[in-house]
């Protein structure tokens, strides 16, 4: 009687070599890309935490600009109120942004480097420089300028121009230059003068008390009436 003998079946389990290649290899390009994106991720939060510090920075400095101008020939008159009182010659002169700079030399350098203690520098070291100079076209400004040194991580530029408040309270003789002959005459009683407003407005004043009087018909015995606009 022979007896069979059954052989046992072979079963495949697990992955084959070439299998465990390229899945390592495919999990090698995921894990990369991840880290690249993740990478960047963190620099770009870096960086824009970086940028809304140094706006800050240079905000708060600029509005400390404000200030300085601002307050510059503020006096107190005798019944406790704010006045302005600008030197008669940098009025007739149009140098009162000269004049204010002059005088705040030390709150007001030409070249400043802006403060940035509180700025926290995670992608390398950042100097911002302030400089203020008086525009060619108009000496009663000043002009600010911020910007980055070109070794810094991130580049800003911010310019502005400011005006002083103590402009409006100039003599009016300091203006006799820029407005019309008829209009300083139908300045009457110093209406335009009392406005305390800044020079361009006063200038505007007149101009429209000149233009306003050419327009309205004159009656025999009547004298000219202006509409004065505040």
């Keep these: 009687m022979a007896i069979s003998r059954s052989r046992p079946t072979r079963t495949h389990c697990g992955f084959s070599q070439v299998e465990a290649l390229v899945a390592s290899a495919i ?4 894990v ?19 940028r809304d510090g140094l ?9 400390q600009v404000r200030h300085e101008v601002a307050k510059w020939a503020l006096t107190t008159t005798n019944d406790g109120q704010l006045a302005y009182n600008p030197d008669a010659t940098s009025c007739a002169n149009d140098t009162l942004a000269q004049a204010l700079l002059s005088e705040r030399s030390n709150e007001l350098p030409v070249v400043s ?3 940035l203690a509180g700025v926290p520098m995670t992608q390398g070291t950042v100097q911002v420089n302030r400089t203020i100079t008086v525009p060619t076209d108009n000496t009663n400004l000043i002009a600010v300028n911020y910007a980055t040194t070109s070794d810094s991580p991130i580049a800003i530029k911010l310019s502005t121009t400011l005006t002083m408040p103590a402009q409006g309270w100039c003599p009016y003789a300091s203006q006799s230059s820029h407005v019309p002959a008829q209009g300083k005459a139908l300045n009457q009683g110093g209406m335009c003068d009392r406005l305390r407003r800044p ?5 505007e004043c007149l101009f429209q008390a000149q233009a306003q009087h050419a327009s309205l018909p004159i009656k025999a015995g009547r004298k000219p009436q202006t509409r004065w606009v505040r």
């Design 55 to 63: 706006n800050a920075a240079v905000n708060a400095d600029l509005e």
């Design 113 to 115: 480097t802006v403060d």
């Design 32 to 50: 990369t890309q991840s880290t690249a994106l993740f990478t960047n991720s963190m620099q770009a939060t870096s960086k824009a935490k970086l």
């Design 199 to 203: 020079t361009s407005n006063l200038r």
């Design 27 to 30: 999990l090698m390009m995921t």
